[in-house]
Structures are given as C-alpha cells and as structure tokens.
C-alpha cells in the first residue's frame, strides 16, 4: 500500500512518522508531476487552509485530486485537511476541493489560547487524545455523512463513504488508532 | 504555563511548516500577504528596514494596530516585543496574538535576562545564531527558534551563517558518545536534558526558521536546503517592486525548494528587489543583541 500526504505547507512529516511506524509507504506531494505515481490513499495534513487551497490550484493538482477523491479515493483530512474537503465553510465564502456534505466553521475555538488537548470517544475506537490547534469544527452534515467523534457538543470527526476528517490533530499523540482507521476504509 | 500548553504552543509552530511569515504594517499589506500563500504575518508598524533607517528606540507596535490586523486576516497574527520586556509580551497575551517574537530587531529593554516565556500561556518565537542561543532560548521557554539573520538589510549571507552553524553544531551533537554530552551542555551553557535530546533526535526540539535577509525565491530555497522548516521574510516583500507577485513567488518556492526548473521561472520578472545593504556597511548589528 502506498499513500500520498499533501505536502504544499503544513504538519506532513508528521503524518509520513505515523505511517512508517504502522509499516506503511508514503511519499509527499509538492507539485503535479508527483500525481503521476500510484497511490492508495490521501492525507490532508493540518496547515493553514488558505494556503494549501492556493497552492493545489497554482500548482495545479487542483482537478486531478478532487477527481481521483470523487472517483473513490480515500481521503483522510485532518485540521487544514477538514476546511479543504468542506462543502460549506461557515466562516469563509471560498471553499476548495468541497467533496464532503459537511459545514464547517474555520478557527472555531478562536486564536491560539484556545487551542486546547483533551481526550474523547471516537467510534469504533474508542477513547483517544485529541489535540486541537487554532481549530475547526463541524456545525451540520448532510446526507450520508456519519458523525465519529464530538466534543463539547461540536462534531469533531466525522465519515463520508471515502471521506474520513478530524478537526484535532491525531498525527500529533502517540496514538495510531485514527490512522488505521483509515488504512482499514482502504482496505488492508 | 502548563506543560499541556507549552505542547499546544510546539504544535502550532508545526503546523506554520513548509510555510512563510511575512512582516506587514497595515491590513491591506495583512490581506495582500494572505492572499499571496502567508502561513502567518508579522504585525509591526515599521519593518526591519525602516526601523534601521530611522534609527532611536524601536519598541512594541500600537496595539490598535495590531488588532486591525487580526480582523483583517484569518491566518496567524504574530507581533514582536523587546528582548526581556515581559510587560510588552503581557499587552500582546491580553490581546490574544497567536504568537509572540521576542525580537532583537526592536531595541532590547534588557540587556541581561530575556523574557522568563515559561509564566505565558501564549507561544514565542525566539532568534538564535548558534546552537547555544537557540537552546537557551528553548530553556527560557520559546516554542520556536529563528535564525537572527541580519535584518531589514535584503542580505542573506548572515543567516545563512546562522543556519550552517546550528545545523554543523547539531551534528556534531548527534555524532558525540553519550559520555561527551555532560560537557557539551556545560560549554554551550545549557541543561544536559536538552543536549541529550539534540543527540538522540539530530535536530531542535521545537520548529526551526529562517529569517533575517530573505529578499528572493532563491534566499527561500536556499535557506529551506540548508535545513529550515520555513521561512520568515521581513522587509524583501513590501520593499520590493511588486509585492504580491514576489510574495507569492517566494511561497511557491518553500513548498518546492529543491526544484530548480520550478524556481527559475518563479524568479523570472519579478520587478525590482530590495535594494539591500551589505553587511559590511551597516553600523547596527541586529544580530549581537540577546545572547
């Protein structure tokens, strides 16, 4: 299995040392030419969202990713990740690959002081850390989007047939569980 | 600050990767930075360039100002105190910046002890031109380093000689038997714990940018492959000829520092650069302030 983390601005590496320690290949994407490689899976990591959504446009990997992600790719968007895949973003009129039924609201918690760690349920896994930095959050979802984990009654990850987002950082903790949730949709 | 807040306050640096903080002194210059890729800007009334050029005491910006730069962007808002002007930083804590420099390029309100950045919740990012300054400064509580660069010149050659000296000094570290790191720490003048985690990692324990000179695409790539995780730019944008146009340039060029086809035509028809001065003609050396 091979997947490809975005790799235009933000905490990639971080997602590449989750991978590997679950024996996972990954490789990064920075430009077109990258697209042309196989790949099984995608990782939206957290960043900032204004710039990653610039970025896959002007160095135009724009199509092909919302295609490939229409087609049935799994897509894992965490943070930066979430705002790309939204349909409806709350607080912003210019959405970006908008390939989930989702409503989010960008910077949710306010600046920085708001960003806090907690622990919380996430389906089917159970209890895990969750850190949120300058976060989003989810406000509503649509059709046959399943809701996975909430805090504070705010929706905080949630699924979409291909499409899984979080709004908190797993690529941060120790814990591996949200990434092999995701390499099971895949499929391993 | 809890040790839970000083991990949050790591972890946005992480997510400011890959990415470019550009200096801004109104709104307007805040929303053209943002739309040209900015991970996050700097807000202060005059940039390091201006700041040289007028001389006297340069100190925390208006705080007004600064919050009509936060309305005006959904990036990051950073904003620089003076070196060891912890009430500056409180003032920037109530106003809630996301994160702040303590920066020699404003005049030092101390010339001995640095902010103890420990008693704040909200994050700072420290300059540092070797391996010792940036561990002190780590100690002292910064949750991302710099390098000092010389700033408000458009020459990068000092950061450049900040960078390749903390990256030699890094390596170095990582190649020492365990025994040799007792007195490593002591000649560098900082704890044992974080040399030894320089040793078993190969690398700072929080994020680590360029800043000071970055004037071009080529200053950012270059200062990307010598080790950085990102890049500040101060005065080389908003004193170039086209600053959308150069900003956005420099932001594709971080992302892809090591493609050299990629960064000829970002470097082409840029318009006019910075001027500059070189080194050796200015009589203020930024860099020299806070050890």
Partial sequence: MQIAVLAVQGAFIEHEYMLSRLGVESFELRQKSDLDKPFDGLIIPGGESTVQGKLIRELDMFDTLKSRISDGLPVFGT?????????????????????????????????????????????????????????????????????????????????????????????????????????????? | MSENRYELNKNLAQMLKGGVIMDVTTPEQARIAEAAGACAVMALERI??????????????DPKMIKGIQEAVSIPVMAKCRIGHFAEAQILQAIEIDYIDESEVLSPADDKYHIDKTKFDVPFVCGAKDLGEALRRINEGAAMIRTKGEPGTGDVVQAVRHMRMMQSEIRRIGSMSEDELF???????????????????KKLPVVNFAAGGVATPADAALMMQLGAEGVFVGSGIFKSGNPEKRAAAIVKAVTNFTDAKLLAELSEDLGEAMVGINEQEIELLMAERGK
């Fill in chain 2, 48 to 61: 390091p360039a201006d700041i040289r050029a007028a001389g006297g005491v340069s100190r925390m910006s």
């Fill in chain 1, 79 to 188: 943070c930066a990740g979430l705002i790309l895949l939204a349909k409806e973003i709350k607080n912003d009129s210019r959405v970006h690959l908008a390939s989930m039924d989702i409503t989010a609201v960008r910077n949710a918690y306010g600046r920085q002081l708001g960003s806090f760690f907690t622990e919380g349920f996430f389906k089917g896994v159970g209890k895990i850390p969750m850190t949120f930095i300058r976060a989003p959050f989810i406000e509503s979802v649509r059709g046959d989007v399943e809701v996975l984990a909430t805090c504070g009654g705010n929706i905080v990850a949630a699924r979409q047939k291909n499409q899984l987002v979080t709004s908190f950082h797993s690529e941060l903790n120790d814990d591996l569980s949200v990434h092999k949730y995701f390499l099971d949709m895949i499929g391993r």
């Fill in chain 2, 183 to 201: 007195d490593a720490a002591k000649l560098l003048q900082v704890p044992y714990e974080l040399v030894l985690y320089v040793h078993e990692h």
